[in-house]
Nanobody
């Protein structure tokens, strides 16, 4: 089992930046998928970005060019840098892991991930 501990987030005005970090511990495979999900108020959780430790990243169209997911193998963390934030980016952000990764590619649905972080609030005001 994999344990995920999140940090970061907060409140910012539109156009600002925030970063999230997900610390990964436990029984991890060399092939692990880490996804970042956003749950906006009243909506389902949706994946916005993901990374696979053997290589590759995924971004939704809305995140591409504004968000960057990065992997630090030495620290065993996965960071999500979010720039040019918009009010519609508001929500609770979760990191999730599937290890070993069973996905065909990198993009996956919520139900496909095994382990989850505790969530952190991101609020973007206009």
């Amino acid at each position: 089992q994999v344990q995920l501990a999140q940090s970061g987030g907060g409140s910012v005005q539109a156009g600002g930046s925030l970063s999230l970090s997900c610390s990964v511990s436990g029984d991890t495979s060399t092939d692990t998928c880490i996804g970042w999900f956003r749950q906006a108020p009243g909506k389902e959780r949706e994946e916005v970005a993901a990374v696979r430790t053997v290589g590759g990243t995924y971004y939704t169209d809305s995140a591409l060019g504004r968000f960057t997911v990065s992997l630090d193998n030495a620290k065993k963390t996965v960071d999500l840098q979010m720039n040019n934030l918009k009010p519609e980016d508001t929500g609770v952000y979760y990191c999730a892991a599937d290890s070993p990764c069973r996905f065909t590619y990198i993009e996956a649905f919520e139900y496909e991930y095994e382990d989850w972080g505790q969530g952190t609030q991101v609020t973007v005001s206009s």
